[in-house]
């Protein structure tokens, strides 16, 4: 039903072959909305230098983290392979993997 209804949102019903877009756009969507996503960092199960690194970023949540680029996080304090690793676990852990974004 929900998926109806999204579909009827965006007006998919009047644009052949606009329904795999408004499916990608309702996964994404979703996905940013998870509640972990905004849940304090300090909640979150990590280690005490994934916590050290985020406190020196001033990230206070996921969400925060995965509006930089990898190659951007590569560039901040305390950020090296482990904690991207790290990163990694965490989001696949909760199927927000995709949210990574490489450039």
Not at 35 to 44: A, F, M
Not at 47 to 66: P, Q, V
Not at 84 to 95: D, S, T, V, W
Request: hydrophobic share 50%.
């Amino acid at each position: 039903m929900a998926w109806v209804q999204f579909i009827g949102c965006v007006g998919a019903w009047r644009y052949p072959g606009s329904v795999l877009l408004a499916h990608a756009f309702y996964h994404v969507v979703m996905k940013i909305t998870d509640p972990i996503l905004y849940k304090n960092i300090l909640e979150v199960e990590t280690s005490d230098e994934f916590l050290l690194m985020a406190k020196k970023n001033k990230f206070k949540n996921l969400f925060d983290i995965t509006q930089v680029t990898v190659a951007d996080l590569m560039k901040r304090p305390g950020m090296n392979y482990r904690m991207l690793a790290e990163l990694g676990e965490i989001l696949n852990r909760y199927g927000l993997i995709d949210l990574m974004e490489e450039d």
